[in-house]
């Protein structure tokens, strides 16, 4: 497809240390421009191992992503520095991810300069100024350390230096999970107001499934590095197929004390956050599933389309009950 | 309130000493909690909420100051010795905080940091602390815990973690626990276990504080709730009102920044403009004057005093919803 701005295709990537983990596996992803697709899961499905291999961090052990129909390959560097002005990330921790050493001006005008090769002082200073207007930023704040500021400045500092060279893609792996509530609706306004703004794409990589339900057209489930279920939006927070999906939207803690007292009862006691095998035969999911039967333990289901744009690796999708709220 | 009052927090204020000078962090908080009763304490960071209770507990940073009174089953906190202190920390009050990792000894076996209390404290043998250290871990739902004695932290997950440092808390079977953020570091599904179990203790008569952030945590677990903002107790209520009808514009807007699985999710996030006040900048009237969308000049002059309409109250000249003029 020509439209595409990323495609991700038989994404497989390992880590190898004292044991193998394979961190992702198989991985099919499209993303056009200008589109925002969410990727959710728990901690340990390769959210952010998919994020690195997107930006080059980490080297796939078999499959392709092709950045605007040309294959990207990490060890290109030369070609890898000319996609990072069209990739960019912004990341959890707001205070990790700037130097502390650097003010908040001087952390944008680095991208600017690293990126553009952009020297021109009044340039630069004028489009820092700009940049940190645009994500709400008093521009008089560019005289401050990290240190100076809070959380949220933090993060829209982080977000000034991603898109200050204006970005393709905005890759954000938790980048609002770090933050108060009431700072992070902030900015997850000002990220939709960027990308709606700059027709800027957004991968934006989170646990937190209602902040996905805000950003993203489009969501991925992740489960122990596997996609098991993708769809538009709606129709995933609406009619999840997939037991894992369910499991996760009911395990979400709504501000709302009616359901969350007919919710409580229905909470199982199944252990903790799943280990990444080497490998098993069947579901991944199959020891935590309720519904899972011997078919599910001996053979892995195939992602397979069951609506347009809605794909989902299950035996038993057909069976998944609507939500109960 | 369920049960006997357990904690009672009157006019508990915190001060710092920093370079610019004394710094209040903590600023005329009342709370109770009783048998059974799980109050929560939410607002959002630099709002004093662990720093109360951190404060109760005589572990406050070396700068900091604590005035006030809490009153802990009939005994005064504030000012006690560290040793009448030590007989109440960790023993008749647990703690458990948010990140498990940080918050056990890497190097010593999970069965070592569960019995040190009990030991250090003279309260058991060794072979009665190891029971007892088995009992914990079956109640906080660890399979094969006689196993898990001998293993490192790093060798479970961190729910697993989590439910270890419960157990740790609960192993002397205090009164009440204090629980700081304890499931904002985990996974929503093992979240949702964590407090399951949390509220299964509650029902034994446990009093249980949970300090969060997190509106849907509260909603899950807690009879009452305290909003704490710059500082200072802003408003309590029963969960269910509190949902139903925030008085606080405060609260409002904090449930209205809570992006949600129902309902428009098109729309924008309602948000809080601007930023709380640094405690060196709070100038006269309501700390939330300036980013409160319906102030009147009575709010930028005057600090609201704590107005009480039978189980709720709440600081703030202008309530919402009604009812509180009288």
Redo the contacts between chains.
């Keep these: 497809m020509s439209g595409n701005l990323l495609q991700v295709r038989g994404l497989s990537v390992e880590y190898r240390g004292r044991r193998r983990v394979r961190a992702l596996r198989e991985v099919d992803l499209d993303l056009q421009s200008g589109h925002s697709l969410g990727i959710v899961g728990?901690?340990g499905c390769g959210k952010s191992t998919l994020a690195r291999a997107i930006l080059g961090l980490v080297q796939p052990s078999a499959g392709e992503i092709r950045w605007r129909d040309w294959p990207l390959d990490p060890r290109d560097r030369l070609r890898m520095r000319d996609l990072r002005r069209e990739l960019q990330v912004v990341f959890q921790d707001p205070f990790g991810s700037l130097d502390p050493r650097m003010t908040a001006g001087a952390s944008v005008a680095e991208a600017l300069a690293a990126l553009e090769g952009t020297t021109d002082r009044v340039a630069v200073r004028n489009r820092v100024a700009a940049t940190l207007d645009e994500v709400g930023l008093d521009p008089a704040l560019a005289a401050r350390y990290p240190h100076e500021l809070?959380?949220?400045?933090c993060q829209r500092v982080a977000i000034a230096r991603a898109t200050i060279v204006r970005p393709q893609l905005l890759i954000c792996d938790e980048a609002v999970s770090a933050l108060?509530?009431?700072?992070?609706?902030?900015i997850?306004?000002l990220l939709?107001d960027l990308s709606e703004r700059h027709r800027m794409a957004m991968l934006f990589i989170s646990?937190?499934?209602?902040?996905v339900?805000?950003l993203c057209e489009e969501v991925a489930v992740l489960y122990l590095g596997r996609v098991v279920e993708r769809a538009p939006?709606?129709e995933l927070?609406s009619a999840p197929r997939h037991p894992y999906t369910q499991?996760?939207?009911?395990?979400?803690?709504?501000?709302?004390?009616?359901?969350?007292q007919r919710?409580?009862a229905s909470?199982k006691?199944?252990?903790?956050?799943p280990?990444p095998q080497t490998d098993g035969s069947g579901c991944a999911f199959h020891p935590r599933c309720p519904l899972a039967v011997t078919r599910c333990r001996e053979q892995r289901p195939g992602l397979e389309t069951i609506a347009s744009g809605h794909v989902v690796a299950c035996h038993r999708w057909r069976e998944v009950a609507p939500p109960a709220? | 309130m369920a049960g006997a009052r357990v904690l009672r927090i009157k006019d508990l204020c915190v001060d710092f000493d920093t370079e610019q000078g004394r710094v209040r962090a903590v600023s005329g908080v009342s709370l109770e909690v009783g048998q059974g009763e799980c109050l929560a304490v939410v607002g959002e960071s630099g709002s004093g909420k662990t720093q109360s209770f951190l404060a109760c507990l005589g572990l406050l940073a070396a700068n900091g100051r604590v005035t006030g009174s809490a009153c802990f089953e009939g005994q005064e906190l504030v000012g006690a010795s560290e040793r009448a202190l030590d007989l109440v920390r960790g023993t008749r009050i647990g703690m458990i905080f948010q990140d498990p990792m940080n918050a056990l000894t890497p190097h010593l076996r999970i069965g070592h940091q569960l019995t040190e209390v009990v030991r250090a404290r003279g309260l058991m043998g060794a072979e009665q602390a190891r029971r007892r250290a088995v009992d914990a871990l079956v109640e906080v739902g660890i399979v094969d815990p006689a196993a898990r004695l001998l293993q490192y932290p790093f060798e479970l997950s961190g729910g697993q973690q989590q439910r270890v440092c419960i157990a740790m808390a609960l192993m002397t079977n205090p009164a009440l626990l204090i629980a700081d953020e304890p499931t904002t570091a985990l996974d929503v599904t093992v979240q949702a276990q964590v407090l399951a179990l949390l509220r299964q203790f509650r029902t034994r008569g446990l009093a249980l504080v949970m300090i969060t952030h997190d509106l849907g945590v509260v909603a899950g677990i807690a009879d009452r709730v305290a909003v704490m903002y710059a500082g200072r107790v802003i408003e309590t209520a029963p969960v269910a009102d509190l949902f139903a009808a925030p008085a606080h514009p405060y609260t409002a807007a904090l449930l209205d920044s809570v992006p949600r699985l129902a309902g428009p999710s098109t729309s924008r996030l309602a948000g809080i403009e601007g930023q709380p006040p640094r405690p060196h900048e709070r100038g006269p009237g309501c700390p939330f004057a300036p980013r409160c969308t319906s102030a009147r000049t009575e709010c930028r002059t005057t600090d609201p005093e704590m107005r009480v309409l039978g189980e709720r109250s709440v600081a703030c000249h202008a309530p919402l919803h009604g009812g509180w003029e009288a």
């Design positions: 728990e901690s809070s959380g949220g400045q108060d509530v009431s700072v992070q609706a902030q997850v306004n939709h646990h937190n499934l209602a902040v339900r805000h939006r709606d927070f499991a996760l939207l009911a395990a979400v803690p709504e501000p709302d004390p009616v359901r969350a919710l409580a909470v006691g199944e252990e903790g956050s280990a709220w």
